[in-house]
């Protein structure tokens, strides 16, 4: 597994100075990125980080583009020789039960032909699909009544967390449907509020979860951090990205 840089975390930067923010995030050791949050040109980039060694590996693309605009969704891909188009979240119309088997129909035309071009599509969970409708909850529908050739998951073990899973356990359930992940970590403050942190600086139990993605391969983890609150979030990724390589240095012996 590669780690990865999810550019969510310096939306701020990389709106400001693109160059110097994508320089320093391979200065700390990064050698892939992720492309969400943020104003680009699909070749422009693609320069910057042909530039500075970082290959571009997933977006979070707004839904409205992949529902219509498919074609230009995948020609900028196909220019950022990016492999996975990837959603940031269900538009809140869907998030009930019915509504997940709507997304689903909804967004299988978009999928196909994402596959038919080279390309696969990623969903990104956060907490509320683990809500229950009926006695099931919005990422059991997804998982069981979507095309696994067509629909994989960037899981973020942060949300996970956060909808109150058994992270590796959902991993291991999950075999062959995440070839990306988020990895972030959750902090308690102030008496009990839970908080973002770079992987490494909370709670979770990372050799747990690690190991899960290395036993089913997942292929790249992406550092997010959504709030970095008053520390640089270069100095955050910095800490993340040293606390992974120490701890998959076990799976690459």
């Known amino acids: 597994m590669q780690i990865g840089a999810q550019l969510y975390t310096l939306r701020e930067q990389m709106n400001a100075d693109p160059a110097a923010t994508l320089a320093r995030v391979a200065e700390i050791g990064y050698r892939h990125v992720q492309v969400s949050g943020f104003s680009y040109d699909a070749g422009e980039l693609k320069a910057l980080c042909d530039g500075l060694g970082l290959s571009i590996q997933l977006t979070h693309t707004p839904p409205e583009r992949i529902l219509g605009d498919t074609a230009a969704v995948i020609a900028e891909h196909k220019t950022m020789n990016c492999p996975?188009?990837?959603?940031?979240?269900?538009?809140?119309?869907?998030?009930?039960?019915?509504?997940?088997?709507?997304?689903?129909?909804?967004?299988?035309?978009?999928?196909?032909?994402?596959?038919?071009?080279?390309?696969?599509?990623?969903?990104?969970?956060?907490?509320?699909?683990?809500?229950?409708?009926?006695?099931?909850?919005?990422?059991?529908?997804?998982?069981?009544?979507?095309?696994?050739?067509?629909?994989?998951?960037?899981?973020?073990?942060?949300?996970?967390?956060?909808?109150?899973?058994?992270?590796?356990?959902?991993?291991?359930?999950?075999?062959?449907?995440?070839?990306?992940?988020?990895?972030?970590?959750?902090?308690?403050?102030?008496?009990?509020?839970?908080?973002?942190a770079p992987v490494g600086h909370g709670n979770m139990n990372w050799p747990a979860i690690l190991a899960a993605f290395a036993e089913i391969g997942t292929q790249f983890a992406f550092v997010e951090q959504d709030e970095c609150y008053d520390e640089d979030p270069l100095d955050e990724l910095a800490k993340s990205f040293s606390s992974l390589r120490c701890a998959l240095s076990q799976y690459h012996k």
């Open 84 to 196: 996975y188009v990837g959603i940031g979240g269900m538009p809140p119309a869907y998030r009930d039960g019915e509504g997940a088997r709507r997304f689903i129909a909804d967004f299988t035309p978009a999928m196909r032909a994402f596959a038919d071009a080279g390309l696969k599509f990623q969903y990104h969970n956060h907490s509320f699909e683990f809500e229950r409708f009926g006695g099931e909850t919005i990422f059991d529908i997804l998982l069981r009544e979507s095309d696994p050739a067509l629909l994989g998951f960037t899981l973020d073990t942060y949300w996970v967390q956060h909808g109150g899973l058994d992270v590796p356990a959902l991993i291991r359930r999950m075999a062959g449907r995440i070839d990306v992940c988020h990895v972030k970590d959750m902090a308690i403050v102030n008496g009990g509020m839970q908080v973002y």
